[in-house]
């Protein structure tokens, strides 16, 4: 069984700060990717910011200079860092991540998400 669990979100006052943290767990060969999405309530589900193996990053346009995602190899461990946060930025946040398991299956994972909510 594989699975990964996000934790760190909450209520924050606008221009706060927020670190999300996501642990990948179970019989893992190896990550190729890990990444976070973003809900918000009535609005489609988007991509926030990936991170694959080489540590080259992507961001989503509304984030870029605000957030920071960073990865613990050896913890499989992915977080997020959310400076300068807006009203805007509330949403169910989920942490996915893209691995071999041990058993050589390619799966794409994705969390329970956790709750950020900004206030203004």
């Known amino acids: 069984q594989v699975q990964v669990v996000e934790s760190g979100g909450g209520l924050v006052q606008a221009g706060g700060s927020l670190r999300l943290s996501c642990a990948a767990s179970?019989?893992?060969?190896?990550?190729?990717?890990m990444g976070w999405s973003r809900q918000a309530p009535g609005k489609q589900r988007e991509l926030v910011a990936t991170?694959?193996?080489?540590?080259?990053?992507k961001y989503a346009d509304s984030v870029k200079g605000r957030f920071t995602i960073a990865r613990d190899n050896a913890k499989n461990t992915v977080y997020l860092e959310m400076n300068s946060l807006k009203p805007e930025d509330t949403a169910v946040y989920y942490c996915?991540?893209?691995?071999?398991?041990?058993?050589?299956?390619?799966?794409?994972?994705w969390g329970q998400g956790t709750l950020v909510t900004v206030s203004s």
């Open positions: 991170i694959i193996g080489s540590g080259t990053t």
């Open positions: 996915n991540a893209d691995l071999i398991t041990a058993e050589y299956r390619v799966l794409e994972v």
């Open positions: 179970g019989s893992i060969h190896s990550i190729t990717a």
